[in-house]
């Protein structure tokens, strides 16, 4: 009665170890991306439309940088992001951390209209959005921001998109002289350029081809200001 007593805890004993392995191996995926070296947090899973939003609340609670700055060949242009659109400033914080700008371009550019940036048909850049995911953000727009001269702002998803959903990987500079009023209430606002407007004027004004693109390229890194 003894041995069998004993052979049964043998067996139940096996049976939580390797409960608790399987646990262990559902933890960790292969979706799991590494810390990043300027990142409080550890992201487990790529970014997608259900985890982005607590995923973005929490980076910003750990994550309170407001500056940035864009260098380009002409120049650079210096932001300050807005404190009170959390989601849109914690997701361009998170983009810059992980370099996901370096090396991308102001692919499009509207004379007396805007310049907008973040994309390139660059292999690279796509394998950087497998990496941290696809989602897009939900628009911020009642914070009374307006669309005026040098303010940054997300442009829509090209999908099927009524709700104006924001693609998280773009941006775009308002150059208009009077601002872009019509834009107001459909896109979030998010900060304006505090120095270097005459860049962001320079790039307006290059010659661009049928589809908005300048002819000559401009590649863009991004970089955190930290205050002194």
């Known amino acids: 009665m003894k041995k069998y007593l004993i052979l049964i805890l043998i067996i139940l004993t096996g049976c939580k170890e390797k409960k608790l392995k399987k646990s262990n191996e559902i933890l960790i995926t292969p979706k799991i991306l590494k810390q990043s070296q300027n990142s409080n947090l550890i992201k487990e899973k790529l970014l997608n439309d259900k985890n982005v939003i607590p995923f973005l609340n929490e980076y910003a609670?750990?994550?309170?940088?407001?500056?940035?700055?864009?260098l380009t060949k002409y120049g650079e242009i210096?932001?300050?992001?807005?404190?009170?659109?959390?989601?849109?400033?914690?997701?361009?914080?998170?983009?810059?951390?992980?370099?996901?700008?370096?090396?991308?371009?102001?692919?499009?550019?509207?004379?007396?209209?805007?310049?907008?940036?973040?994309?390139?048909?660059?292999?690279?850049?796509?394998?950087?959005?497998?990496?941290?995911?696809?989602?897009?953000?939900?628009?911020?727009?009642?914070?009374?921001?307006?669309?005026?001269?040098?303010?940054?702002?997300m442009p829509s998803s090209e999908i099927e998109n009524p709700h104006k959903l924001a693609s998280p990987y773009e941006f775009f500079i308002v150059v208009a002289k009077n601002g872009a009023p019509h834009l107001n209430g459909n896109y979030t606002a998010f900060g304006e350029v505090i120095k270097?407007?005459?860049?962001?004027?320079?790039?307006?004004?290059?010659?661009?081809?049928?589809?908005?693109?300048?002819?000559?390229?401009?590649?863009?890194?991004?970089?955190?200001?930290?205050?002194?």
């Open 196 to 228: 270097g407007m005459d860049v962001a004027d320079k790039i307006a004004n290059l010659k661009v081809d049928k589809r908005e693109m300048p002819i000559n390229n401009v590649f863009i890194n991004i970089e955190i200001v930290y205050n002194k």
């Open 61 to 70: 609670k750990k994550n309170k940088e407001n500056k940035i700055k864009i």
């Open 78 to 153: 210096e932001i300050k992001l807005y404190k009170e659109t959390k989601y849109h400033r914690a997701n361009f914080i998170f983009l810059v951390k992980e370099k996901y700008f370096d090396n991308t371009l102001f692919h499009r550019v509207v004379k007396d209209f805007i310049i907008q940036g973040g994309n390139s048909d660059n292999p690279k850049i796509s394998s950087k959005r497998r990496r941290i995911g696809k989602y897009l953000l939900p628009p911020d727009t009642k914070k009374g921001f307006k669309h005026k001269r040098g303010t940054i702002s």
